[in-house]
């Protein structure tokens, strides 16, 4: 549901605000702590961030997905692992649930996850599955009421926080996605157990683990959706999770030019500005035509999502341009920076590092070209 403009812009302006006197100041602090602070969390919790496309019904925010794109810009304009905190509740780790729950599910888990009480996860990559997601191996075998699971996950957003999985595992002899059904796993299921954090190129402050299943019991309560079902919900579930991510690359994008403005008006070389230079000038030039691009295509598939069109193809491309803008951007933004770029000091190394993950998850840039590819091929052009 589309918020009133005045509910909206309201909302936007927390937000901004939110980002410039708390996120942005400690963004160098997190970053070597690998940790954002307890205490910051729960700000975001108070500001209702872990529940924003949780429907109001069950204490959430239920933005649409324009409006939520809008936020994500925002929340894009910092370093990404601070919305990597509540990112997953929002989008991969409780659409599962919100799109295809019981209602019984819903009332059970929605509040928890709209007051970030309840962290949710979602894992789906395992070590042989990643690009490849259909032909995951975690087992969920069939056993009087419920389900026993063994198998791993790799590379779980969130998991050392979470409460909450939803996990995608092969149940009955179906091959490839057919046979892939979908669970919602508390973490204190006996037989769950996460990895150490892995060590990472950038956004550090964001953790990804591995997740062991050990003859985990699963209530068939807790199936998500039909038996056979599961590959289609992850499907449908990093859809919206692409366009979310692309509306994050446009906000850091925006964040880099304004820096990179800043620093070109403020540094002299051959006795001006760098900002009257006009190589300097081409290259804040292209990366403010593509970020307004990204914008434009991200926006506009949040709209017709909205309108209840399938954008599986906007959704991908929207993605793969906006997270290849947001490496050239940040790439461009170290030129501009000259040697300072290069320096730890001025963090646009770090942002350099942090971006370099948006061409890789939800969808490498190759998965969405495949699927852009298939759909137009599908659609006939
Ligand atoms: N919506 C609904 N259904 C869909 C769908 C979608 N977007 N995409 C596919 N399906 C359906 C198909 O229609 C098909 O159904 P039928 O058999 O009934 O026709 C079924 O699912 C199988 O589809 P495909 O034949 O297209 O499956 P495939 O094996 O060829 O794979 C793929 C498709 C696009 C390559 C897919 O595996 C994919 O997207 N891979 C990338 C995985 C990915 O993004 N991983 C990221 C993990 S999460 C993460 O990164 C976050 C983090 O925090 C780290």
């Given at each position: ?115 970030g009480e309840i962290v949710t996860s979602f894992a ?168 307004l691009a990204a914008r434009a295509l991200a926006l ?82």
């Amino acid at each position: 549901m589309a918020l009133d403009t005045d509910t909206r812009d309201q909302l936007i302006e927390t937000v901004r605000r939110f980002v410039i006197e708390r996120l942005r100041p400690l963004e160098a602090q997190v970053a070597e702590d690998d940790a954002i602070p307890d205490a910051l969390v729960d700000e975001m919790r108070e500001l209702g961030l872990f529940g924003l496309s949780v429907p109001e019904a069950y204490g959430g925010l239920g933005l649409g997905m324009e409006d939520e794109c809008l936020v994500a810009l925002e929340l894009g304009r910092t370093s990404p692992a601070f919305r990597s905190a509540f990112g997953t509740n929002v989008g991969i780790g409780s659409q599962g649930l919100i799109m295809h729950g019981t209602p019984e599910q819903k009332a059970r888990w929605l509040p928890g996850i709209a007051c970030g009480e309840i962290v949710t996860s979602f894992a789906l990559t395992e070590p042989e599955a990643g690009s490849d997601s259909a032909s995951v191996q975690t087992r969920a075998r069939l056993d009087g009421d419920g389900y026993v699971l063994n198998g791993s996950k790799r590379y779980i957003t969130n998991a050392d926080k979470a409460h909450l999985f939803t996990v995608m595992a092969r149940t009955g002899d179906a091959p490839g996605a057919k046979g892939v059904s979908a669970f919602l796993v508390p973490r204190d299921s006996p037989g769950l157990s996460v990895g150490k954090p892995e060590r990472k190129m950038g956004q550090h402050g964001a953790h990804v683990c591995d997740v062991i299943f050990e003859d985990v019991r699963v209530p068939a309560e807790n199936r998500l959706g039909e038996e056979g079902q599961g590959f289609k919900i992850a499907m449908q579930v990093l859809d919206r999770g692409r366009l979310h991510i692309s509306a994050v690359c446009v906000g850091l994008a925006e964040r880099l030019i304004a820096d990179c403005v800043a620093y070109a008006q403020e540094r002299r070389q051959f006795g001006s500005a760098i900002a009257d230079l006009q190589l300097v000038q081409a290259m804040i030039a292209d990366s403010k035509t593509e970020a307004l691009a990204a914008r434009a295509l991200a926006l506009e598939t949040a709209r017709r999502r909205d309108a209840g069109e399938n954008v599986t193809l906007e959704a991908a491309s929207s993605k793969l341009f906006a997270s290849e803008m947001v490496g050239r951007v940040a790439d461009r933004a170290v030129q501009i920076h000259g040697g300072a770029g290069y320096m730890t000091e001025y963090g646009v190394e770090r942002f350099y590092r942090d971006v370099r993950l948006f061409r890789i998850y939800e969808g490498s840039s190759q998965i969405q070209q495949l699927v852009i590819a298939r759909e137009t091929l599908k659609r006939g052009g």
